[in-house]
């Protein structure tokens, strides 16, 4: 059994003759906490992308991606539309 970062697994791998099967097991990312971002810097992040060329669409799945928070907030900041509280 081998364990180590993929880069050196390789290494390790065209060092020498493997036999049989290679199963590979690969960790997630960790989970990380989004950052708070203010309303008004979602819409002015999102608009940016629209103003470059960016469908609102794909400003607000990218800026969700960038940011971690979930598309519905992203897209209610960048419409001004209230999140709905339960």
Do not use: F, I, N, P
């Given at each position: 059994m081998l364990r180590g970062p993929l880069g050196e697994l390789a290494g390790v791998a065209a060092a020498r003759e493997l036999r049989g099967e290679i199963t590979l097991v690969?960790?997630?990312a960790a989970a990380t906490v989004p950052t708070p971002v203010a309303p008004?810097?979602?819409r002015a992040l999102v608009?940016?992308?629209v103003a470059a060329g960016s469908?609102?669409?794909d400003a607000v799945d990218a800026v969700t991606a960038e940011t971690g928070l979930s598309r519905k907030a992203v897209y209610a900041a960048a419409?001004?539309?209230r999140m709905p509280t339960h």
């Open positions: 690969v960790a997630g008004e810097q979602l608009d940016g992308r469908t609102r669409r419409t001004g539309a």
